[in-house]
């Protein structure tokens, strides 16, 4: 293989925009858009209004994996990878987040 793809997200409402850490693009003054998750870039400072908004925003309660469920997980991405033909290198399926590596 020449090479590899290291996927990671986020559970749905376990890390929103605002929060502490937050890169990715968003208007601070209503007018002019930022957009600081460039390589090497710091993440921005808190915005509290934007997680607030956020979170009034939401569809759902945050999701926190289970055990259980984060066994059915790993079985999906097994049997994604499978039926794609794809080599999956390394899982880590936690109560927030997950990484994959194909």
Do not use: C
């Amino acid at each position: 293989m020449d090479r590899y793809w290291f996927l990671t997200w986020r559970t749905y409402g376990t890390w929103l925009p605002g929060e502490n850490g937050f890169v990715g693009y968003y208007y601070p003054d209503g007018a002019r858009r930022v957009i600081d998750n460039l390589p090497g870039m710091p993440a921005t400072e808190q915005i509290p209004a934007l997680e607030r908004y956020a979170r009034t925003a939401m569809k759902a309660e945050p999701v926190q994996l289970t055990v259980q469920q984060a066994h059915v997980v790993l079985a999906q991405l097994q049997e994604s990878a499978a039926y794609r033909g794809w080599s999956l290198e390394a899982v880590a399926v936690m109560v927030n987040h997950i990484h994959i590596v194909y």
